[in-house]
């Protein structure tokens, strides 16, 4: 919710905008990168957006950092409007996220041929505006498709995977990397997912070339753990406990299902066969005391297995009229769901303990469900999908 007061002989006007309430972002070091530009509002409001643009990616410093993050948050809307404008959004973006010296300064910057601001903002509370604004991370040399997270040595990393091949460990506090990027898969890296090995924090990583690849995050070096057996790219991957021992799950396009001991790398069991077609989506959970993989696959199923015995639990979920690309697993009012995304442009959410829909199907996308991730939101638990 935002209010602003306009300029004297004006009038006031207040407006509602519901968002996210945002938090101050925490001290930072200085930034060499960018000469302290993006901490004069004269140049944020001044300078061609595509040089602005050109620089976020880089910031580390605290005001730079905030800074960035403002101009992201409507950077669609600050590339096409006129200086003038352009003074007026980062005002109100810069007091979404708390930082009201800022919108002042911002307010005040005078540009040519436009008059005063017409308002300044007197208060704002979130407003379209995320977190994940305010630092980029760039060192893939191509497209990023896949990305974990864990704690290493109590600072918490993101693990990526990307279609230049390799895997890249960032500290996610200073958005730096840590090292080199880690080399091996030889095509595109696609899946992610990590877990704790012998009270070592590992990534696992999926790839086109049939592969899932573990990597020690404490030393950033491969581990001698290979996982070979598809005879298709690897879609995705998921980690479990099974009678205490950390597995690894992994779908391919060959429409099979692997399940790994992530501390033998042995493969535990034959692959779980079953889906007629590439299976695209996999997640873990418990149901009934029993360590499950759900998976969605092409021909248009989910499926629920047991990984202690390698069997399904049940007939094959049905409902969707597309393609399963995307799978959650939470548990809602004490039961284990499953919630799906699909090419259908739908959402459904399963009860995994009976195997039944829960409800209509969710409708709004207007193109395929790609991905799904839940979590609690004021004590409720919510889907969120993309």
């Known amino acids: 919710m935002l209010a602003w007061r306009g300029r004297a002989g004006v009038g006031a006007v207040t407006i509602a905008v519901m968002s996210d309430d945002l938090q101050s972002i925490g001290p930072g070091c200085e930034s060499a990168v960018v000469g302290g530009r993006l901490a004069d509002p004269g140049w944020l409001v001044n300078t061609d957006p595509v040089q602005v643009l050109e620089v976020l990616g880089g910031v580390v410093g605290r005001e730079e950092v905030l800074a960035a993050a403002v101009y992201r948050?409507?950077?669609r809307l600050n590339g096409i409007a006129d200086a003038g404008v352009r003074r007026q959004l980062l005002a109100l973006d810069a007091a979404r996220y708390g930082d009201h010296g800022l919108a002042a300064r911002i307010t005040a910057v005078p540009v040519e041929g436009e008059p005063a601001a017409w308002w300044g903002v007197d208060w704002a509370t979130g407003g379209m505006?995320?977190?994940?604004?305010?630092?980029?991370?760039?060192?893939?040399t191509n497209a990023v498709c896949a990305v974990a997270t864990v704690v290493?040595?109590?600072?918490?990393?993101?693990?990526?995977?990307?279609?230049?091949?390799?895997?890249?460990?960032?500290?996610?506090?200073?958005?730096?990397?840590?090292?080199?990027?880690?080399?091996?898969?030889?095509?595109?890296?696609?899946?992610?997912?990590?877990?704790v090995v012998d009270d070592r924090p590992i990534a696992v990583t999926g790839?086109?070339?049939?592969?899932?690849?573990?990597?020690?995050?404490?030393?950033n070096r491969p581990v001698d753990e290979l996982f070979t057996g598809h005879t298709s790219g690897v879609h995705a991957v998921?980690?479990?406990?099974?009678?205490?021992?950390p597995v690894a799950v992994t779908d391919s396009w060959d429409?099979?299902?692997?399940?790994?001991?992530?501390?033998?790398g042995r493969s535990v069991g034959e692959p779980l066969a079953g889906h007629t077609g590439s299976v695209f989506a996999v997640a873990t959970g418990v149901v009934g005391g029993r360590p499950v993989a759900v998976t969605g696959s092409e021909d248009e199923t989910v499926r629920v297995w047991d990984l202690a015995t390698g069997q399904p639990i049940g007939e094959p979920l049905t409902g969707h009229t597309g393609a399963v690309c995307a799978v959650a697993v939470a548990v809602v009012g004490g039961r284990p769901v499953a919630v799906t995304g699909s090419v259908d442009e739908t959402v459904r959410v399963w009860d995994l303990a009976t195997g039944q829909p829960i409800g209509e199907p969710l409708t709004g996308h207007t193109g395929r469900v790609s991905s799904v991730a839940t979590t609690v939101l004021d004590d409720r638990p919510v889907a969120v999908t993309g």
């Open 207 to 219: 790839s086109w070339d049939g592969t899932a690849r573990v990597w020690d995050l404490a030393t």
């Open 129 to 140: 505006v995320t977190r994940q604004l305010r630092r980029t991370f760039t060192a893939h």
């Open 255 to 264: 429409g099979t299902v692997g399940v790994w001991d992530l501390a033998t």
């Open 152 to 195: 290493v040595d109590g600072r918490p990393v993101i693990v990526s995977g990307s279609r230049d091949k390799t895997v890249q460990v960032w500290d996610m506090t200073t958005g730096q990397p840590l090292g080199e990027p880690l080399i091996g898969h030889t095509r595109n890296v696609c899946a992610a997912a990590t877990a």
């Open 238 to 245: 998921a980690t479990a406990v099974v009678d205490g021992r």
């Open 73 to 75: 948050a409507s950077a």
